[in-house]
């Protein structure tokens, strides 16, 4: 089934009162430099010279089609695995649904459901489908839950462990109110699962955030550095912001919700570490929570294209 997609119509489904943000204190954390710092696993300084990015800032997307596990709710794009077999989004129940299949080209399963202290937020997997990230309800952590293989459920044990180094520990609050390093939230990984963008809220801050560990690694995430670029930062503090939803395979294509314009953009750069800088920006409208497969040439989205509630959808460059 393919629907058309409307601007006008797309339900915005991820803001500051959906979160019920309350901003309370600025980031208190140290932010670390590492992605910039940061060397291969050979050894030597990476991206001496800019590699063409797989996505193009020509790239135009044709009409979306549907995937056959939207629910009758309004649907928020959470992540989909490189392969396409395994699909995570959250409902505005505040419910977070997976669902598998075995081939790209069939449909997925019916959807299974991951219950606990989980916000209504973005989702990530990584990219074996075994792993799904999530923000604790509190806000305080991003956490995990894992299982054996595809098909089976999520255990409900939620970890934090993985994610406890992304700043101090909870020792004290700021005003009485909230943690020092300010709340989570929007946690997404790229597919080769060596970086981890996610959001920090206080007071004078709503900062997009990108951490990173080599391939590999199974340490605890340490603090993410700071984005500084003025595209990517929130105007002021009255809780709009941009929010990370999905990067290319190469890693040098973000793609983000920009509260502010109500609209998904991408974002380029040229190398991964060392001159990282996002310099270049486009917007593509209507494909809320984009997060792109198949070298860039599919992304997968929420949209509301029949004026009702936001569903899932793909679709493919032109």
Not at 138 to 157: E, I, K, M, N, V
Not at 206 to 212: D, H, I, N
Not at 302 to 317: H, N, W
Request: net charge negative.
């Amino acid at each position: 089934m393919t629907k058309t997609l409307s601007c006008a119509a797309l339900v915005v489904l991820l803001g500051c009162s959906q979160h019920g943000e309350t901003n309370d204190g600025g980031l208190d954390g140290p932010v670390s430099d590492a992605p910039s710092d940061a060397l291969s696993d050979s050894g030597s300084d990476v991206d001496a010279a800019p590699v063409p990015a797989e996505c193009k800032t020509t790239s135009t997307w044709g009409a979306g089609t549907l995937v056959s596990v939207s629910t009758p709710q309004a649907d928020f794009f959470g992540a989909v695995t490189p392969d396409e077999l395994t699909i995570a989004w959250m409902t505005t129940a505040g419910s977070v649904l997976y669902a598998d299949r075995t081939s790209s080209a069939s449909p997925f399963g019916a959807p299974q459901t991951l219950s606990g202290a989980i916000a209504f937020d973005h989702v990530t997997l990584t990219a074996d489908g075994l792993t799904l990230i999530v923000v604790k309800d509190d806000r305080y952590s991003l956490a995990q839950a894992t299982r054996s293989a595809r098909g089976s459920a999520f255990g409900a044990t939620l970890d934090t462990t993985p994610y406890a180094e992304l700043d101090p520990l909870i020792t004290e609050f700021d005003a009485g109110t909230a943690p020092p390093h300010g709340l989570f939230s929007d946690p997404m990984l790229s597919p080769d699962g060596t970086f981890l963008y996610y959001s920090q809220y206080g007071l004078n801050t709503l900062t997009m955030l990108e951490a990173y560990r080599a391939k590999g690694d199974t340490t605890p995430w340490t603090s993410g550095r700071n984005l500084l670029e003025s595209q990517l930062r929130a105007p002021d503090t009255s809780g709009k912001r941009m929010h990370p939803t999905g990067i290319s395979s190469d890693n040098l294509t973000l793609f983000y919700w920009d509260d502010v314009a109500s609209s998904e953009k991408m974002a380029f750069r040229d190398a991964q570490f060392g001159d990282n800088t996002y310099n270049e920006f486009i917007d593509i409208g209507a494909h809320q929570n984009a997060a792109p497969v198949n070298e860039c040439t599919r992304i997968y989205f929420s949209a509301s294209g029949d004026g009702g509630p936001a569903d899932l959808f793909f679709a493919d460059s032109n």
